[in-house]
């Protein structure tokens, strides 16, 4: 055999064995990705499209997965994500979308980078792995839209999002960061302090995950409001919901809590009144805040309902 007809035989045995390696394309069940970092992704995901979903513009649904604990199990953040499409489902089913849950680990032994919550650290870390989750993410929806193409179902450009606590953290984060991307999200309970669109507040700086101030350092770009305008977003709480995230230090540094104690209240009942009123200062008109009496910190049947009837009226726009 010739040496080029050689390669070209190589060529193809690693083509076919990249094809193989490509899970088969099903429908109504959780599919597994594996990770694939030339393709910007570290970890794993899970990705049900349903046979009735739109084929001609499917809007795909994504829930970052939220373990609750750190563990350097990955087992553990994969049985936590598979269980998130129970969270997912009653509002993913009447809606007949596909579902994409990451699997994000959560580590002990690197427990100060609250991944779940794509927190500070997230961004500023030179683990490889662990940086940068937002851009890994973005990097798992082109590649579930790309598996859905095969499967014979096209994607809408934009997304919704949805998460509650540690996860409504990453969900309100990753809309201001990425708004082009986002048509939609519902942000449940988001760790004490819903990010707001500003870069400062009484004379402070608000970095992030407060704000926008160091928004280029931490990102590379400038933060674009007409396009974090334009995104719908829904913020819900419940009114006994005291769950605070801004006095622990994975959550947020010792700084940020000082910062926040002083300029949005020590109470997160107090925080979010006042976030409501920056965002409606700002001008985000696309922006609604509901708190629901008698709830603590859980997603209650009528948060879903709102969920619910929040994304079939982004959907119907």
Not at 12 to 38: M, N
Not at 51 to 58: E, G, L, Q, T
Not at 193 to 221: H, Q
């Amino acid at each position: 055999m010739t040496r080029r007809r050689l390669l070209a035989a190589l060529l193809l045995c690693l083509s076919a064995a990249k094809l193989r390696a490509q899970p088969a394309f099903k429908t109504d069940e959780p599919v597994r990705f594996a990770a694939d970092p030339a393709k910007g992704f570290h970890w794993d995901y899970f990705l049900l499209v349903p046979a009735a979903a739109d084929r001609k513009a499917a809007t795909l649904l994504v829930v970052p997965n939220n373990t609750g604990s750190v563990d350097d199990d990955i087992a553990a953040h994969e049985k936590a994500a598979l269980l998130t499409f129970d969270q997912a489902r009653p509002i993913a089913s009447p809606l007949n979308l596909p579902v994409l849950i990451p699997v994000f680990p959560r580590p002990k032994s690197n427990w100060q980078i609250y991944t779940h919550a794509l927190d500070r650290d997230v961004m500023t870390t030179d683990i490889a792995e662990l940086k940068r989750l937002d851009l890994q993410l973005l990097a798992m929806i082109q590649d579930a839209k790309a598996a859905m193409a095969r499967g014979g179902f096209k994607s809408a450009d934009k997304v919704l999002l949805m998460g509650f606590s540690a996860s409504g953290m990453f969900v309100n984060r990753f809309a201001l960061l990425h708004p082009k991307a986002v048509r939609g999200a519902a942000i449940g309970s988001p760790g004490g302090l819903p990010m707001v669109p500003l870069k400062s507040r009484d004379g402070s700086a608000l970095r992030y995950p407060i704000g926008l101030s160091d928004f280029v350092e931490v990102t590379g770009a400038e933060p674009d409001l007409e396009e974090m305008k334009k995104v719908r977003l829904h913020f819900f709480l419940g009114a006994d919901d005291q769950n605070d995230s801004v006095v622990y230090r994975d959550g947020f540094e010792k700084e940020d809590e000082d910062l926040i104690l002083k300029v949005f209240g020590r109470n997160l009942q107090d925080r979010w009144a006042l976030c409501r009123k920056i965002y409606a200062e700002e001008k985000f008109g696309n922006a609604e805040f509901v708190v629901y009496p008698r709830a603590g910190h859980k997603v209650t049947a009528e948060m879903t309902e709102g969920m619910l009837k929040f994304f079939r009226t982004v959907l119907a726009r």
